[in-house]
C-alpha cells in the first residue's frame, strides 16, 4: 500500500471523532442547499439576531482570525514543541490553497451580492462588512477547522475532538451571523480545513517516520 494512504488511515483513525459527526454536518447541509436557495439560507440565517448574539459572536469569530492562528501555535510549541510545529505548518498550509482559491474564484460577499437589497438586511452594529471578492471560501473557517483537526489528533482524551468540532462551528457560524459569508462559504471553508489538514498531517507523520528511521 502507499506509503501516503497508509499514513492517511492512520490519521483518520486519530480523528474519527472529528469526521464522522463532521461529515453528518456537511451532508446536512448539502441537504438543504438542496431544498433551499443561497438567499433564502442567508436570510433565514439573517433573522435569528439577538443581543446575545450580537455580542458574542463578534469575539467568537477571533478564534478563527490570524492573530489567534499565531497565539495558538505559540502556545501548543510551548507544551508540545511537535504538535505546535504541526499547527504553525497546517496553518500556512490550508492558508495558501483558501487564498488561491479567494482569487481565482472571486466571488461577491453578502454586502456586495445584495447591494439592491441591503434595507432588508441586519447588520451587527459595530461590526465593519467587508464588501469585495473574497467570499469563498471563508478563511475563517479553514483556520477555525484546521486548528480543530490538528488539535484532535493530539489530544489524548478523543473526546476533545468534539469541543474542538463545536468551537470550529461557532466559527463558522459567526461567519454568516455577521454578513461576511453565504452557508456555502463557510460549508467549503470548513471542508478544506479539515480534509487538507489531514492531508498535511499525513505528510508531517511520513516525514517524522523517514527522520526517526522508521
Same mark, same amino acid.
Given at each position: 500500500m502507499n506509503t501516503f494512504l497508509k499514513n492517511f488511515i492512520t490519521v483518520y483513525q486519530q480523528l474519527k471523532w472529528l469526521v464522522w459527526p463532521f461529515a453528518l454536518l456537511v451532508i446536512t447541509v448539502l441537504i438543504t442547499r438542496l431544498v433551499i436557495?443561497?438567499? @433564502?439560507?442567508?436570510?433565514?440565517?439573517?433573522?435569528?439576531?439577538? *443581543?446575545?448574539? @450580537?455580542? =458574542?459572536? *463578534?469575539?467568537?469569530t477571533e478564534l478563527g482570525s490570524v492573530a489567534a492562528a499565531v497565539l495558538i501555535s505559540l502556545l501548543l510549541l510551548v507544551i508540545n514543541r511537535?504538535?505546535?510545529?504541526?499547527?504553525?505548518?497546517?496553518?500556512?498550509?490550508?492558508?495558501?490553497?483558501?487564498?488561491?482559491?479567494?482569487?481565482?474564484?472571486?466571488? $461577491? !460577499? $453578502?454586502?456586495?451580492?445584495?447591494?439592491? !437589497? =441591503?434595507?432588508?438586511? #441586519?447588520? %451587527? $452594529?459595530? %461590526? $465593519? %462588512?467587508?464588501?469585495?471578492?473574497r467570499s469563498f471560501p471563508s478563511?475563517?473557517?479553514?483556520?477555525?477547522f484546521t486548528a480543530a483537526t490538528v488539535l484532535?489528533?493530539?489530544?489524548?482524551?478523543?473526546?476533545?475532538?468534539? =469541543? #474542538? =468540532?463545536?468551537?470550529?462551528?461557532? %466559527?463558522g457560524y459567526s461567519r454568516m451571523y455577521m454578513s461576511q459569508h453565504f452557508l456555502e462559504d463557510v460549508t467549503a471553508g470548513a471542508t478544506l480545513g479539515v480534509v487538507f489538514s489531514m492531508v498535511w498531517l499525513s505528510i508531517f507523520r511520513g516525514k517524522t517516520a523517514q527522520l526517526s528511521g522508521q
Open positions: 436557495s443561497r438567499q @433564502d439560507a442567508y436570510f433565514f440565517i439573517n433573522k435569528l439576531h439577538t *443581543p446575545a448574539g @450580537d455580542f =458574542l459572536f *463578534p469575539r467568537i511537535r504538535a505546535g510545529a504541526m499547527l504553525a505548518t497546517a496553518y500556512l498550509f490550508t492558508a495558501a490553497i483558501s487564498f488561491t482559491l479567494k482569487a481565482m474564484i472571486g466571488f $461577491p !460577499r $453578502p454586502h456586495r451580492y445584495f447591494a439592491s !437589497r =441591503l434595507q432588508e438586511i #441586519y447588520f %451587527v $452594529p459595530g %461590526v $465593519p %462588512v467587508l464588501d469585495n471578492f478563511g475563517h473557517s479553514v483556520c477555525a484532535s489528533y493530539y489530544a489524548k482524551n478523543k473526546y476533545w475532538s468534539l =469541543l #474542538y =468540532l463545536a468551537l470550529a462551528m461557532l %466559527v
